[in-house]
């Protein structure tokens, strides 16, 4: 009995330990984030105008970008950068320079087109580009497949720079050996205690397919195409104590790279897709691939061969300068 109360105890406290740091990690979460979607600082601006510049740069890059496309978001964009300027916040910062930018090519693009789009839109746009001054347009990539992957075999730096995901596949069966060839080039990616605790669900057939981009945000318009998609997960029984609580997503996401790394190396086109999603989501993915419970999902990508001619979203990154501090 003695020793069933000791269990016991030992139970409780483990479980409020775990209880603390989910808390200590959603105090900061609920704090900051812009999960209450209530902007109230300059970075939770610059958050959702990557998020909305991006969905348009990925329509205009759309294996068949649909006239007229995303109009709501350039309007929700529009407001959101006036909102941005009124508040005397950074007009230099690259998020609110490059929205500009990609405003202007989308409105360029459905010119050129002979498009017409909602009068009230373009003016609106008109006026604010004239206050602002910044009428140039950001151009997304143009690539011949030959292009893309000229640098598949070259030194990391070149390589790495020559890397973007790509959205645009076309009908033609990835081998079975390729996949796997990737998946071990992804396993030797570093591993918290080299614990090996990387899963990875291979989806190849239509059906199946169809149904894990069902689940998933952030794949219209292109991962119909994909040839295969990829369901990453990390196992947690794997972990040991209370503070490893976030170890499975970074196991994850270096596993993912590594991956997106051996498909550009092996001239696959792939793309990582976020799995944000609630609860509900989760069960049906665990359960349409058997998933067991004591693995987490991590991320979805989805692959192909690349068409000969193709286009890639432009995605600018923010200096050294701007993200590292240095203490010598
Ligand atoms: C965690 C994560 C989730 C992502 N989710 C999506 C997604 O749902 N749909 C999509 O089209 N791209 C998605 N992406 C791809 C990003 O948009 C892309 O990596 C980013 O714009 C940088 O561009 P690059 O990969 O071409 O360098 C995701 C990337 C990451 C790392």
Known sequence: MNSLRKLLIKKVIVYLRVLRIYYYDMRRFYRYSNVQQDFTNEDAFKG????LYHVIEKGLTMPETRMGFGQPVV???LGLLQRYEDLGYNKTALE???SIGVLNEYFNFHEESNFELPEVLVIKHKAFVNRIGLAEGTRQLKYTREEFFKFKNSSFETFSQSRYSSRNYIDKEISLDVIENCIKLALKSPTSCNRQLNRIYVVRGTEMKKKVLQLQYGNRGFGHLANTILVLSAN???FQGVNDRNESYINTGMF?????NAFHHYEIGACPLNWSVDHKR???MRALLGVPDN???GLVVSCGYVPELFEIASSPRLEVKDVAKIFN
């Open 48 to 51: 959702r105008l990557t998020i």
């Open 75 to 77: 309007e929700d964009l």
């Open 96 to 98: 609110f320079k490059h």
């Open 236 to 238: 947690i029984s794997y």
């Open 256 to 260: 993912a790279m590594s991956l997106l």
């Open 282 to 284: 989760d069960e049906a």
């Open 295 to 297: 693995e987490r999902i």
